[in-house]
C-alpha cells in the first residue's frame, strides 16, 4: 500500500529560506498527521561527484488533501539541497505515509514547533478548531513560515534574535497552568526534551536520521524510560514524552 512510487511535482513556494513541494499522489493512501515518507529525487541523486546522497531522507508530511501531498525543506545538506530544486513537472520518489502519527486527547491541545518542525504540527492544526500554537524560529526570515498554519490559529512566533516576535525560547510562551491540557511538539532535541522534564501529558515527535524508514536497519532508536529501546521509523515518530528516558541528541 505505501510501496515507492514517482509522484510529480505540482507547486514550488517558498517562506523565507524554506521551500515547500507539492506532489501529485493520487492513488496513495492517506497520511495521518505525523506520519512521515521517505523521499529522493527521481533523477539526480547518487551516482557522481554531483550526486552524493544515495539513502531517502525522512520528512514528516506538512499538508495532505485530495491526493496532494506537501513536504517543508531547509537547506542542511546534499540530500535537502536537491530536494529543494525541485520544479513543477519533476518526480520525487516517495514512499509512505510510515510511523505512528499524534494520537487524540480530550485534553486542550497546545502545538509547540521549532523550526523545520512546524511541518507534522501544521497538518495536526488542520485537524484541529483553531488551536493555540507556538512556534519558534532562528529570526524573521525563517519566521515567515508561521504563515502556513491556517485553519484560524494565529500562531505565537519567538525567535532566537527577537527579529520577531518574543525575543526568547518557544518554551517560555507556555501558561504556567497546563492543567488539562496536552502538548504537541516537535523541533530540535533540547526543546523537545525541556517539554519531556515537564512531566505534564505531551506528545513528542522525534527528529532522526533513518536508512529504511520501516524498522529493518535499527539505525534510529531511541531509550526508553522503563529500558530497552523503540525504533522512531516504526514505533513513532510520535511518543508520549512519559515513555522516553531522553531526547538524545543528534
Known amino acids: 500500500m505505501f510501496g515507492r512510487r514517482a509522484c510529480t511535482v505540482v507547486e514550488r513556494t517558498t517562506y523565507g529560506p524554506y521551500v515547500v513541494v507539492d506532489v501529485h499522489d493520487p492513488d496513495g493512501p492517506a497520511p495521518a498527521p505525523g506520519q512521515f515518507y521517505m523521499l529522493a529525487a527521481v533523477e539526480r541523486w547518487g551516482g557522481g561527484d554531483g550526486e552524493r546522497p544515495f539513502l531517502p531522507r525522512a520528512f514528516s508530511v506538512l499538508r495532505a488533501r485530495e491526493g496532494r501531498l506537501s513536504f517543508l525543506f531547509d537547506d542542511v545538506g546534499p540530500g535537502t539541497n536537491r530536494l529543494m530544486d525541485l520544479d513543477r513537472e519533476d518526480e520525487l520518489w516517495l514512499t509512505g505515509p510510515l510511523g505512528e502519527g499524534w494520537r487524540p486527547t480530550d485534553r486542550r491541545p497546545i502545538l509547540i514547533g521549532g523550526g523545520v518542525g512546524i511541518a507534522p504540527l501544521v497538518a495536526l492544526a488542520d485537524t484541529l478548531d483553531a488551536p493555540e500554537v507556538l512556534l519558534g524560529f532562528r529570526d524573521a526570515h525563517h519566521a515567515q513560515a508561521a504563515a502556513l498554519v491556517t485553519q484560524g490559529s494565529d500562531p505565537s512566533v519567538t525567535t532566537d534574535d527577537g527579529s520577531a516576535g518574543h525575543h526568547g525560547l518557544v518554551t517560555e510562551l507556555l501558561p504556567d497552568d497546563l492543567s488539562g491540557v496536552e502538548l504537541f511538539a516537535c523541533g530540535p532535541p533540547a526543546m523537545l526534551e525541556a517539554i519531556r522534564r515537564?512531566?505534564?501529558?505531551?506528545?513528542?515527535?522525534?527528529?532522526?536520521?533513518?536508512?529504511?524508514g520501516f524498522g529493518a536497519c535499527f539505525g534510529c532508536v531511541t531509550p526508553l524510560a522503563e529500558g530497552g529501546y523503540a525504533r522512531v521509523c516504526v514505533d513513532g515518530p510520535v511518543f508520549a514524552a512519559a515513555e522516553l528516558a531522553e531526547v538524545p541528541a543528534h
Do not use: F, H, I, K
Not at 505534564?200 to 533513518?210: D, F, R, T
Open 198 to 212: 515537564l512531566g505534564v501529558p505531551a506528545q513528542l515527535a522525534l527528529e532522526s536520521g533513518m536508512a529504511c
